[in-house]
């Protein structure tokens, strides 16, 4: 009930009205009159009274008639009514009685009566509401109990599916939202370990069931102790093969250099273990693909059954690779020994069918890793931040935690203060991107309370020094992927366009770098404010820009065939450049194949109709018209 209870008088008689109502009012009650039936009944619906004193003789409704409509209304069937006549008290209690009331005065008013009636009638109100209250409380309480149980049935159900594909501890962080969802369509930069076991069909067609199920568990179980070790993600198993990715969901600094390792303890992992074995007469070994590149991940299957998989060349290649592999042997593409070639003694193999793969590369046989040299150690980074294809923290080598739930305002700070350059970003620009509508004191503490959330996220001392108004990030302990990219775009392009004595010259090193760094686009699946969109496009338009310097570089050289594995590797990043598309369509020209160039126009064209609704500029179709004229040795009409 309210701090102030409210009375609603009714009485045909204006002097007895204002009687009850100046009575009441002096003792704190609230006073709302009515002069009929009528009126009274559309003010205990809009006024919702504490209590009713009713007038039993009126024009119109009669009070019984009126008390008879308020307890027909389940809203109002509790609510007090105290009938008030002049008429013989015994008759008329009896009929008030039957109608619902709940006490009766007669007239003339006795005034002690009348307040020590009204007062115990609201202290049963007050007893009612509080119990209604408590009700209402505990079915709440009832109702969201019942749904954190369902909540928490789906959790185990969902971490039960997850401790299928991924190690249980980070199926638990996956649940609680600390990694993105990984059964979410995505698109993801991967290494891919394939492993097949050769003799395996002989073996199982010449043993007893039990037999092939006690070697595929103790297989199975070694192998799955070193992906997990590892950091790998076990993406499927059947019989004597295993697919493993890495750089998903978990992000990888090194995901190539940890799949090749990881290869490589298998081989001696596998050897011990099929000594019993290999004694009893079965000659099994073990092949093994890895490949590196671009892949889509998500669910597969349909509700019932819902698996995580990957799919893409990098996947087929790694298989292939893995099948060719002689026995005890590791066959890697040529994407993978670029990136492990100061890790391991390797040798381009000879005679790998790789029919069916557009422009394959060599393959390469992994001996062993090189011995350790130690004067050069890799710098461990205190925080590095990850904003390009991805956004993820990595607090001295391993991931930060992310709860998207609890942490995703202050994680917005950090990725705003990237967007504005890192370093001595203005709080009130700061403010104004992520709160527009917070002011004065309130923008400052909204913004003080964030920036102490996320420093205890990263809980790395003095690492977002705020002074002057101006927030950064400690540039000599952090590192920043965007900050990497920009400074070798710098590079490149002082190298393409400013050439001299000092500048440095061309590098493959600087393609396999951009391609590296720039793994998407800056925080795509993250935002869509302003601030992130302007940033993305700059960023966006830098990496074009690079590609291109490095592409002319090549084209100048007359390298085709690395230009058109640059020009492909940088429109799996960006599929709308135009640009790149009519670069790619030159240097598959120049290489004679013209039916290549013309499934990069188709392509092209494609992407632009469906993403942009356009159509390719007159610029690409003429360079589409010279394929048209080379094809056919005529001018094209």
């Not at 009832?142 to 789906?154: P, S, T, W």
């Not at 199975?220 to 590892?230: K, Y």
């Not at 977002?464 to 000599?476: R, Y």
């Not at 640059?566 to 598959?588: H, Q, V």
């Amino acid at each position: 009930m309210r701090e102030q209870p409210v009375v609603l008088v009714v009485d045909d008689q204006a002097p007895n009205r204002k009687l009850l109502a100046d009575l009441l009012a002096s003792r704190g009650y609230a006073v709302v009159t009515a002069e009929s039936g009528e009126e009274a009944l559309a003010k205990v619906g809009s006024v919702q009274p504490d209590l009713v004193l009713l007038d039993v003789i009126m024009p119109g409704l009669s009070g019984y008639e009126v008390c008879r409509s308020i307890r027909a209304d389940p809203a109002t069937g509790v609510l007090p009514v105290v009938m008030v006549t002049a008429l013989d008290p015994a008759q008329e209690r009896v009929k008030g009685l039957e109608a619902g009331a709940d006490d009766f005065l007669t007239k003339p008013i006795n005034t002690q009566e009348l307040l020590a009636r009204v007062k115990s009638l609201l202290r049963v109100k007050t007893f009612h509401d509080t119990v209604q209250a408590q009700a209402s409380e505990l079915a709440a309480l009832n109702a969201g109990l019942e749904k954190r149980v369902q909540d928490q049935l789906g959790e185990l159900q969902r971490l039960a599916q997850l401790k299928r594909f991924f190690p249980p501890h980070l199926a638990e962080r996956i649940v609680a939202g600390d990694v993105d969802d990984p059964l979410a369509t995505h698109r993801r930069e991967i290494t891919v370990v394939v492993l097949d076991l050769r003799g395996f069909t002989a073996f199982a067609d010449t043993s007893e069931p039990e037999e092939v199920m006690s070697l595929l568990r103790r297989y199975h179980q070694v192998m799955g102790q070193l992906i997990q070790a590892n950091g790998g993600t076990l993406e499927q198993f059947s019989g004597g093969s295993m697919l493993v990715i890495f750089n998903d969901p978990v992000i990888s600094e090194d995901p190539a250099g940890h799949a090749v390792r990881m290869a490589l303890e298998m081989q001696v992992r596998f050897d011990e273990l099929m000594n019993t074995w290999r004694r009893r007469g079965h000659e099994i070994s073990l092949g093994i693909g890895v490949a590196y590149g671009y892949a889509t991940i998500g669910a597969i299957g349909d509700e019932a059954r819902v698996g995580y998989g990957a799919i893409g060349r990098v996947t087929n290649l790694a298989a292939r690779l893995s099948a060719e592999a002689p026995a005890g042997q590791i066959l890697v593409s040529a994407s993978v020994y670029e990136l492990v070639e100061s890790l391991v003694d390797a040798e381009e193999a000879d005679q790998v069918n790789l029919n069916g793969f557009m422009r394959p590369g060599p393959a390469y046989r992994i001996a062993g890793l090189k011995p350790k040299r130690a004067e050069h150690v890799d710098r461990i980074w205190p925080l590095k931040i990850y904003t390009l294809g991805q956004f993820a923290l990595l607090r001295e080598g391993q991931p930060v935690p992310l709860s998207r739930k609890v942490q995703k305002r202050p994680l917005d700070l950090l990725k705003v203060l990237i967007a504005y350059g890192g370093v001595r970003a203005d709080i009130s620009t700061l403010v104004a991107s992520l709160w527009p509508d917070a002011e004065g004191d309130a923008a400052r503490v909204t913004f003080d309370s964030n920036l102490h959330r996320l420093r205890k996220l990263i809980d790395i001392d003095d690492i977002l020094p705020l002074a002057e108004g101006m927030l950064s990030l400690d540039a000599t302990r952090c590192w920043v992927d965007v900050w990497a990219f920009e400074a070798l775009v710098k590079r490149i392009e002082t190298a393409a366009y400013q050439p001299s004595e000092s500048t440095e010259p061309y590098h493959p090193e600087f393609a396999r770098d951009l391609l590296r760094l720039y793994a998407g686009h800056f925080i795509e699946t993250e935002s869509q404010e302003p601030w992130a969109v302007g940033m993305r496009d700059k960023l966006r338009a830098k990496f074009v820009r690079a590609v291109s310097a490095l592409g002319a570089q090549l084209e100048q050289r007359r390298q085709w065939e690395q230009a058109v594995a640059l020009y492909s590797r940088a429109l799996e990043l960006d599929n709308l450049a135009e640009g790149l598309y009519r670069r790619l369509m030159i240097s598959f020209r120049e290489l004679g194949e013209t039916a290549e160039a013309s499934k990069v126009y188709r392509r092209c064209r494609d992407m632009l109709s469906i993403v942009l609704s356009i159509s390719p500029s007159a610029e690409t179709e003429a360079i589409r018209a010279s394929l048209r004229e080379g094809e056919t040795g005529e001018p094209p009409r």
